[in-house]
């Protein structure tokens, strides 16, 4: 089978379809490309390109309150800043991983009418810049272009008012918390409208809503459907309208909601995450002709590539049947992998994820 574009792969992955092989993409830190240019990967050189794996270009809108940008404090070690979500946090220079956040502004039902009164769609909310000289060039390139939509419980716990905070309001006040969920789903809607209506036709809604940890998810089963389940089917239903595909990240033990996510029409599931007790190949037994998988490599065990390249062997050759299936780890490559390691990786998804 001739050679493939990313686009072709991705599209035939979605229809439940062999390709030429499975795609292959994955996460590096900063750090980690940091260390890889120590170790060989050339300056000015994309590691995609590099490996020749796959090119997942995501486009972004503004949709937040807008709140002042600034350095608190720098050291050798950490940056402390403040973001346009109103929170405080602190980053590492010289290793990735999760900020430390410190602050959030935004603390309670309150607080959250001043935020969101400065949450107005406007188009210069998006980098029109970027999309007439970029997108021209990814089109013809043959990448796979995901437009991110920034709603939901992860990036609202998260970067917004705080895990334990929303917690809480789910059970207590519950009301506040949907109001949230929904208006930042309705000024991204309203970004990616105008995006979409001036020609730049992207492939996927794709979204960051980790809602699970090790063992189980981080509410009940009718919590998401009464809270969360109805935004999320808005997020579907606007790709749904709009002929692209629809795409979620959640970490964590997430298989309680998977009936649910596939009733609302999400067509790929991610990171598919092993430490969290899920198994990726009795998934794909079980909802594979209803659902792809992205992810699924257990990314621990990048520390120890022998058994990684064991864990692959496994993997691969089930989850690619019938197409349905993007090869990457369940997590992201941390700065503990080698550039030797990472090369390793994409030489045996590619062998393993081969259709010929």
Partial sequence: ??????????????????????????????????????????????FTDYFDIDHFVTLEADNSPRYPEKIVEETDEYIIKTTRWGTTQRNWKHHGGTPE???????????WAKAKAQMTPSRDRIDW???????????????WIPALFWFGFDVTHSHFIGTERLLIAMATQPEWPVDMFNHFLD??????????????????????????YKGTQFFSLD????????????????ARAHGIRARLHSCGNVSTFIPDLIEIGVEMLNPIEVKSGLDPVALKKEYGDKLGFHGGLNAVLYTHPEKLWQEMRQVIPEMKKNGGYICSSDHSVPETVSF???????????ELGSYE
């Avoid at 490309?33 to 170790?39: K, L, P, T």
């Avoid at 956040?101 to 607080?111: G, H, N, R």
């Avoid at 991204?188 to 020609?199: K, P, Q, S």
């Fill in 1 to 46: 089978m001739a050679a493939m574009t990313t686009h072709e792969r991705v599209t035939r992955m979605y229809e439940h379809k062999e390709a030429d092989r499975i795609p292959i993409m994955d996460y590096p830190w900063s750090t980690t490309i940091e260390r890889w240019h120590s170790e060989g990967l050339p300056e000015g050189v994309s």
């Fill in 101 to 111: 956040y410190l602050e959030f502004l935004v603390k309670d039902a309150e607080t």
């Fill in 129 to 143: 810049e970027y999309l007439k000289n970029t997108f021209p060039k990814l089109r013809k390139q043959g990448a």
């Fill in 187 to 212: 000024v991204e809607i309203a970004l990616w409208d105008m995006v979409w209506d001036a020609g730049y036709h992207f492939d996927e809604v794709f979204w960051y809503d980790d809602m699970g």
């Fill in 223 to 238: 919590m998401y459907r009464n809270l969360l389940k109805p935004v999320h089917k808005r997020a579907v239903e606007w």
């Fill in 340 to 350: 030797a390691d990472f090369r390793r990786f994409c030489e045996l998804a590619k």
